[in-house]
Structure formats: C-alpha cells, structure tokens
C-alpha cells in the first residue's frame, strides 16, 4: 500500500478516534452531572429545570428554568438559567476539589419567608473535605422578596445584581455570619422597601454597595398611616414620621460578628437634603414608659457601633403638635440645617459630639453643641446654644396654636448652657433683645387677655436689668420627667431659662 494512502487511512483513524472519544467524553460528562443533579443530597433542594446543556471541553453547564427551595420551604428560587463556566478539572482529578471559573444566575427571583428560631438545634461545624471556588459570581436582574406571615413584616428589592469574586466554601475564616469566604464585591438594586415596625415602612430608589462604599438614593421613612388614621390606630402618644433624604452616603463601613457578637463600624456617614416632619398628636394618652437618654439608649445596643463621623447637609426639621381637637397646629420649623456628629459609639471609647447650626423658623441663625459619653451611667451631658438675629413674631403661629400666645420683637442676641444627668439639670442664659412684648392670648385664640399681657410685659419690657453690654441674665434648674424625650427635656430647660432670663433679677449672679 502506497505511504500516502497508509498516512491518509492513519490519520482518518485517529480523527474518528478523537470524535469517538469526545462523544463518550460529552457522553460520560452529561451522565456525571445528570446523576450528579439528581442526587439524594442536591434534589434535598427540590432542584427542578426544563433543559440541561453541557459542554465538556470548555467545562461548562448551563440550566434554563430553573426553580429551587431550601429543605425547610423556607426559600424559594426560580431562574431563567444558571450557567457554570470553566470548571477546572485538574483541580477536581488531582485534590477532589471543585473550581469554577464563574457562576453566572440569569433573572432569579428569590422569595424568603422566615422561620422560628430552633433553639433546641445546636451549631455545627462544616467538616467537609471538599472546597468549592468560584472564582466570579455574577447575578443579573434578580428580585428578593421576604414575607414574614407571623410578624406581618415585608421586604424587597428589585433589579439586583451582584458580582462577587473569590467566593470559598466551607469558609477559612472565624466570621461565623457567613458560610463562605470572599473577595470584592459590587452590588446594585433599585425599589427596596422594608416594614420596619407595624406603623412605619423604609423605602429607597436605589442602592449601591460595594466593601468600601455605600449609597441610598431617594431614602424615605414614613408612617403608613394619615394623622388622623393613625391616632385612630393609637391607645397611647406615638409620633407620625415623613422623612425623605436624598442621598445616604457610606464609606469605610465593615459588618461582621466578632466573638459571637454583632458590630457595625463605619468612617462617614453622609444624610444629604434630609427633610423630616414629626407630627405629635397630644391628645392621646401619654406613654408613660421609661425614656433613655442617648447615653442609655446607644449603651444598651445589642451591637458593637462606631462610625467616625456623620454629616448632614442641607437639612430642614418641622415639629407641630396638635393640643387642642379645634385648634389646627402649626409648625416649628428649622431650616438650612447642617450638623455634623463625631465619635458615634456603644461600647468604644471618648465622647460622642455634635455640631448643629440651622435657621429658627427661616431667620434666626441657630447653633448647638451637645457631648456626651455613652459608658457614664449616670447618663450626663452638656448642651451649649446661641440664637442671634431671631424676628420672634415668625414663630407666632406655632405659639399661637400650642401656648395661647404671640410675641414681637428682635431676640439679638441668645446664649445658654446646660449641664445635666437622668434626674436633673441645671443651666444659665443670657439675652440680649430689642422691643420684647407677649400677647396672653384668651382661651379661644380670638381675643387678648389684657390683664396677663401687662403682667408679662411689665417684666420683660423693663431694660433696668441688663449688665454693661445689654444682657439680661438668668440661672434656672430642671427636674427630669423620665417618661419624656431628651428633646423635651431640652425644651424643659429653655423654658425655665427664658422665664427665669426675662422675669428674674436680670443680672449675671456674682
């Protein structure tokens, strides 16, 4: 036989032997992960898909349908594929072990309906001798939905999509929050919702996380409820909430449990353009539960906290309250609100301090500082202000409608101090204002109560009892009502140092 026609018959034979081979090689890979899905241990999942592919060469597979759910029906998933790349077989021949090159979930949609803790269940730990790497995760266009039937709770997030690299189980490290081990990550989604309590819900446009970084757009947390539905709603006082923030931006922020204990730590905390409506219906029965002081309130965390720094920009706070059934409440109001907080902890260390400077009703250039140490039992603080500038006839609708009263004049200048702990409190005040007069309004607003009127005035008008530079000075001290905000027992103190400032003896005492 000629050479030619022996090296043709030759190479014929080896081409039909590498076809024969890669279709018992195809064969034998789509046998291995058929068995492979329909084993014991993966159909504990309930794993069900309408086309399998596979492509041994490039190690692939890829399922189009697919639908899932956890052993406890507590999760649910469907998919519209699920595609495996590059499955390394050296690393699977040599070391038993599985590596892919990328985990690709196309439109999932998972749905979550929690369940009771067992606490007869003890932790166990993964014993397994096989590692599984993914060396890219990525899902696309996926949605979450959780139903909490027994605490009518909701949540969910749609348009998600997640890349995660370098994602290792069982895990190597000793964060037992999570199951796997992981490199960088990026996520993104857009409507998210949460009922955070039975009376109010979180909403936001859009998020974006990444291990260093964090933004939510278009943040809102309201009250599900109108004013009057709610207070409907309501055996005691509960405030109504609508507060919008344009953008919540994070850097530098870790989760995690460190010695079986959760923490959140974070660099900056950014709440850009907050606007926050509180509206307190003062006709209902009062809550006469205990109130923490913030000291109290961070202290008891069930977390360790620490952000460095929180920044507000932009911001406006409204307050009405309503304290009479036929009287419409008006607002107190601040506005161009910048703050910034330092040092926001639990259980760290130094005080926490807090920078606010804002407009009183629009016009009065407002400042406040406030510190306090979260690890002082007693639950101290310290609160310094000034107020300058302030047209007072623009608060009157608010003093209208809460305490029967209008005021005119020029507040110039005001500065205040005030020392506190959980009982009690004491402080001083100064003030400096021009033309200062009290209208005591009657009892239907309608008209003016004259003979209290001159009371107030003969006091407040009298210019006798200011120091060198035009202060009139006042000391004041302040029982705590701790069934009361911090807030309120704040005002407290304002109040009896401005009585105390414009009715007492008017000088600073030696």
């Known amino acids: ?158 348009d998600i999509n997640i890349a995660v690299n370098d994602l290792i189980y069982p895990k190597k490290s000793n964060n037992p929050s999570l199951p796997v081990d992981y490199g960088s990550y990026e996520l993104t989604g857009s409507d998210g919702f949460y009922d955070l309590s039975p009376l109010e819900t979180i909403t936001f446009e859009r998020i974006q996380l990444n291990p260093t970084e964090g933004k939510l757009q278009q943040f809102t947390l309201r009250t599900k409820y109108g ?134 009703m629009d016009n009065g250039p407002f400042r406040l500082d406030w510190s306090f140490d979260p690890r002082n039992k007693a639950n101290t603080f310290l609160v310094k202000g000034e107020l300058s500038q302030f047209q007072s006839a623009s608060i009157n609708p608010f003093l209208k409608s809460n305490l029967s009263a209008e005021v005119q004049g020029t507040v110039q200048q005001l500065y205040f101090t005030i020392s506190g702990n959980e009982l009690e409190s004491k402080g001083d005040m100064k003030m400096k204002y021009d033309n200062f007069e009290f209208t005591v309004l009657k009892k239907n607003r309608l008209g003016v109560n004259k003979v209290l009127t001159a009371v107030v005035n003969l006091f407040t008008k009298d210019g006798n009892k200011t120091d060198e530079d035009g202060f009139r000075h006042g000391d004041f001290e302040v029982e705590r009502k701790q069934d009361k905000s911090f807030f309120n027992y704040l005002w407290l103190n304002l109040q009896e140092g401005l009585v105390d400032t414009m009715t007492g003896r008017g000088k600073k005492r030696d």
């Open 1 to 158: 036989m000629p050479q030619s026609k022996r090296a043709r018959y030759l190479g014929i034979g080896i081409l039909l032997l590498i076809i024969s081979a890669s279709v018992a090689a195809q064969w034998f890979f789509d046998q291995k992960v058929t068995s492979l899905l329909n084993s014991k241990g993966v159909q504990a999942y309930q794993l069900r898909y309408d086309e399998l592919n596979t492509n041994v060469f490039l190690g692939n597979i890829r399922l189009r349908q697919v639908a899932a759910g956890s052993p406890d029906q507590h999760i649910a998933v469907q998919a519209e594929s699920v595609t495996l790349s590059g499955l390394h077989y050296w690393t699977l021949l040599q070391k038993e072990n599985i590596t892919l090159s990328e985990l690709h979930i196309s439109s999932p949609s998972v749905t979550y309906q929690p369940k009771e803790k067992d606490t007869s269940s003890t932790s166990q730990n993964n014993t397994s001798a096989q590692t599984i790497t993914i060396e890219q995760l990525t899902i696309e266009k996926g949605s979450f939905v959780m139903k909490d039937t027994s605490a009518q709770r909701s949540a969910s997030l749609e």
């Open 227 to 360: 004013k009057k539905a709610l207070s409907q709603q309501l055996a005691k006082e509960h405030d109504h909430y609508n507060l919008g923030i344009k953008n919540i931006v994070l850097t530098n922020w870790d989760v995690g449990t460190s010695k079986d204990l959760p923490y959140f730590h974070l660099g900056t905390l950014q709440l850009e353009q907050p606007v926050f409506d509180v509206y307190r219906d003062k006709l209902l029965p009062d809550d006469t539960s205990h109130k923490k002081l913030y000291n109290q309130a961070l202290r008891d965390l069930p977390l360790a906290l620490q952000v460095d720094s929180v920044r507000i920009s932009d911001g406006t706070i409204t307050y009405e309250e309503r304290v009479k059934r036929d009287i419409e409440p008006e607002s107190l109001l601040f506005t161009q609100l910048d703050a910034t907080v330092q040092n926001l902890h639990s259980w760290g260390e130094g005080e926490v301090t807090a920078h606010i400077n804002a407009k009183l």
